[in-house]
């Protein structure tokens, strides 16, 4: 995955040998890094135009874990078939993400569809990197978790390929609209705000895929014989409670800007990057499509 990244990434294929910047002291930074147990990001497509890479590095330097998961699509293998983009800021995701696992943080990289030729690696560790089909997961409260990126749940891609391709195509162009439509809104000094989630929360169609996507979800979690479930796939970020199963969807980095993070004591939170952003610069808050509401706090035992 990462041999076509540059002279130092491939240096994790030569024994022995680690890359000088992984041991360079971090700068300091003038807010405190925000510490998690676990933080859960997906469908950050890195590879695509649409990737808000600038944002992801900012939230990956931000912030400390104990366990990283990379719940699948992290790099758009199938967009990069077509033609090769990789600007410099998808590099320094890489190589903050490889920084973070050579400095303790276990980081599991659960394979999506997008980048299904990592699959067949399933087992198997790159540079501190554990790469798998899926996980569980057990929280600080003792729940166990499945996590999987959750294309196997859904209908379409599964069963009528052809049709999940000419989707991504349609799907390429409403986010470089999007693109366009933030650098209008830049210009003019305004936060930003994903045209195609606004979008996509708004069709009939789509708000039902994505609740029979859940449903689904949950169903084979509880089949499984687990707590809860932790997916992506679908861009857009969800907690809640389906029957007996806990839900939770920790979003995207090319529409929403989401991750999902764990406590130390086992609570779940969704976090808005953009929001956060705008906060921390004092200019006002930027609220997304839908905002999921964290799951109730629990007090320490």
């Not at 910047?21 to 925000?34: C, Q, S």
């Not at 390929?161 to 390429?172: N, T």
């Not at 979008?199 to 009939?204: F, M």
């Not at 509880?222 to 409670?241: L, M, N, P, S």
Request: aromatic share 12%.
């Amino acid at each position: 995955m990462f041999t076509h990244l540059g002279q130092e990434t491939a240096a994790f294929a030569v024994p022995g040998r680690v890359p000088e910047w992984l041991d360079l002291p971090e700068p300091r930074g003038f807010v405190p890094k925000r510490k998690f147990r676990t933080v859960f990001i997906s469908d950050t497509h890195l590879g695509t135009k649409g990737c808000n890479a600038e944002m992801l590095l900012d939230f990956l330097h931000s912030i400390e874990c104990e366990t990283l998961y990379l719940v699948g699509d992290i790099v758009d293998g199938w967009r990069l078939k077509k033609g090769w983009y990789w600007p410099d800021a998808h590099s320094e995701v890489v190589r903050r993400i490889l920084k973070m696992a050579h400095r303790g943080t276990r980081v599991i990289l659960v394979a999506g569809n997008h980048d299904e030729m990592l699959r067949s690696y399933a087992g198997m560790h790159f540079g501190g990197i554990e790469i798998a089909f899926e996980a569980i997961h057990v929280t600080a409260d003792g729940r166990r978790l499945l996590v999987t990126h959750g294309d196997a749940f859904d209908g379409v891609v599964l069963y009528h390929r052809w049709l999940a391709f000419l989707g991504d195509q349609a799907y390429e162009l409403l986010l470089r609209a999007n693109i366009w439509f933030n650098k209008a809104r830049k210009a003019f000094k305004l936060p930003y705000w994903s045209l195609s989630a606004y979008l996509k929360h708004r069709v009939k169609n789509v708000v039902q895929f994505v609740c029979d996507f859940e449903e689904a979800v949950a169903h084979a979690a509880r089949d499984r014989g687990v707590e809860g479930v932790v997916c992506g796939h679908i861009h857009c970020a969800e907690i809640r409670q389906i029957g007996q199963i806990e839900y939770m969807n920790d979003g995207d980095w090319v529409e929403s800007c989401t991750a999902l993070t764990e406590d130390a004591f086992g609570n779940f939170e969704i976090l808005h990057w953009a929001n956060e952003m705008r906060q921390r610069e004092g200019k006002g808050t930027f609220e997304p499509a839908e905002v999921a509401a964290p799951a109730p706090a629990k007090q320490p035992a």
